[in-house]
T-cell receptor
Framework: EPEVTQTPSHQVTQMGQEVILRCVPI?????FYWYRQILGQKVEFLVS????????KSEIFDDQFSVERPDGSNFTLKIRSTKLEDSAMYFC????????????FGSGTRLTVV | SQQGEEDPQALSIQEGENATMNCSYK?????LQWYRQNSGRGLVHLIL?????REKHSGRLRVTLDTSKKSSSLLITASRAADTASYFC??????????FGAGTTVTVRA
């Protein structure tokens, strides 16, 4: 069964550093998403991406964050100048067109900011 | 907010028993989805029920949806130790995002 692949599975970074989380969505999916889950809390929507542009973003997704689809297969989330409160599990997901089908989530990247 | 809210927050059952958890939400939806998450792991899509459907089955899973009450239930029949996980409902209002509830933690005792 097709999978969404995320790398790395765990990243530890110093506060203030930039991190890039990588995702390979399912190849025939057109909608891509990032979600995050702070330990013990709800899964929160960050951003959705379609046709090489952001479709929707949450209040969490401020100027510190950016997304990119650099090469037609990867989908990245960049977090600039990380803060302690950015520590969370970050999930990438993709869905086929149209939205309204089930999403396929990756296994997540656990980001720890120290 | 249209976020789903599950209850109970936690559920402990004996292997072989059924587990039922509920989800309520606030606004109109296109569909509602249930996901499972094993501790510290990714989200696994279990089942999707559209707003014009009332009940759906998948293996040992049964999902109902009552749009008039803005609620859904997930029933896991004949539970197994491997069903131990957190279960989340997520609503899709066709606005390019899912809104997740806080989840129900299910523990199945052998």
């Amino acid at each position: 069964e097709p999978e969404v692949t995320q790398t790395p599975s765990h990243q530890v970074t110093q506060m203030g550093q930039e991190v890039i989380l990588r995702c390979v969505p399912i190849s025939n999916h057109l909608y891509f998403y990032w979600y995050r889950q702070i330990l013990g809390q709800k899964v929160e929507f960050l951003v959705s991406f379609y046709n090489n542009e952001i479709s929707e973003k949450s209040e969490i997704f401020d100027d510190q964050f950016s997304v990119e689809r650099p090469d037609g297969s990867n989908f990245t989330l960049k977090i600039r100048s990380t803060k302690l409160e950015d520590s969370a599990m970050y999930f990438c997901a993709s869905s086929p067109p149209p939205t309204g089908n089930g999403y396929t989530f990756g296994s997540g990247t656990r980001l720890t900011v120290v | 907010s249209q976020q789903g809210e599950e209850d109970p927050q936690a559920l402990s059952i004996q292997e072989g028993e059924n587990a039922t958890m509920n989800c309520s939400y606030k606004t109109s939806i296109n569909n509602l989805q249930w996901y499972r998450q094993n501790s510290g792991r990714g989200l696994v899509h279990l089942i999707l029920i559209r707003s014009n459907e009332r009940e759906k089955h998948s293996g040992r899973l049964r999902v109902t949806l009552d749009t008039s009450k803005k609620s859904s239930s997930l029933l896991i029949t004949a539970s197994r130790a491997a069903d131990t996980a957190s279960y989340f409902c997520a609503t899709d209002a066709n606005d390019y995002k899912l809104s997740f509830g806080a989840g129900t933690t299910v523990t199945v005792r052998a």
